[in-house]
Antibody
Framework: EVQVAESGGDLIHPGGSLRLSCAAS????????MTWVRQAPGKGLQWVSV???????RYADSVKGRFTISRDTSTNTVFLQMNNLRAEDTAIYYC??????????WGQGTLVTVSS | QSALTQPASVSGSPGQSITISCTGT?????????VSWLQQYPGQAPRLLIYDVTSRPSGVSSRFSASKSGNTASLTISGLQAEDEAHYYCTSYTRTDIPWVFGGGTKLTV
């Protein structure tokens, strides 16, 4: 079964750092685009970052320079390193396998709370 | 502000049909046939409902259909059921530096 499972969310102070992990199973991440999407409490979905099958990356303007997406093909895991966190980064972070016209599957997400 | 525009809410009675619109521009919806729709229940992760404008993944009811015309995509739910009450999001691939954009979401009340 094709699945992803996020972990690493936590309560963190503003300015702090956190690394999220996404363990994929049932498929090989290096053959696909993998993305992070977040959802602030009570809000809609926001695309955050992608790592393409060839290894290239892209970021939303709101996280560029602070977040870094990477992957470990030996463990089939995708990461999101988040630095200089702000209150507005508070959200559930979802890891999703993505194609140009689809997002699937979705994990259950991991909650990041940035607060003093 | 979301890049794609959806109505904040729609409502319908059981058995009726409703349509949710999703308006973008010629750099996203109008540029490619790469629109998808997601369904999200409260407290749950989104799930893929429609991909590549009109296609349904296996397991998705045929009551869900979608289309696109110009810069606007639409999701139609026919034979509304109580279980359809959820949030619905559209998304599109884009030709900008931001590969995907989302709509703000539409809350469907049945």
């Amino acid at each position: 079964e094709v699945q992803v499972a996020e972990s690493g969310g936590d309560l963190i102070h503003p300015g702090g750092s956190l690394r999220l992990s996404c363990a994929a199973s049932g498929f090989t991440i290096s053959n696909h685009y993998m993305t992070w999407v977040r959802q602030a409490p009570g809000k809609g979905l926001q695309w955050v970052s992608v790592i393409f099958n060839a290894g290239g990356t892209r970021y939303a303007d709101s996280v560029k320079g602070r977040f870094t997406i990477s992957r470990d093909t030996s463990t089939n895991t995708v990461f999101l390193q988040m630095n200089n966190l702000r209150a507005e980064d508070t959200a559930i972070y979802y890891c999703v396998r993505v194609g140009e016209g689809w997002f699937d599957p979705w994990g259950q997400g991991t909650l990041v709370t940035v607060s003093s | 502000q979301s890049a794609l525009t959806q109505p904040a809410s729609v409502s319908g009675s059981p058995g009726q049909s409703i349509t949710i619109s999703c308006t973008g521009t010629n750099t996203d919806i109008g540029a490619y046939d790469y629109v998808s729709w997601l369904q999200q229940y409260p407290g749950q992760a989104p799930r893929l409902l429609i991909y590549d404008v009109t296609s349904r993944p296996s397991g998705v009811s045929s009551r869900f259909s979608a289309s696109k015309s110009g810069n606007t995509a639409s999701l139609t739910i026919s034979g509304l059921q109580a279980e359809d009450e959820a949030h619905y999001y559209c998304t599109s691939y884009t030709r900008t530096d931001i590969p995907w954009v989302f709509g703000g979401g539409t809350k469907l009340t049945v």
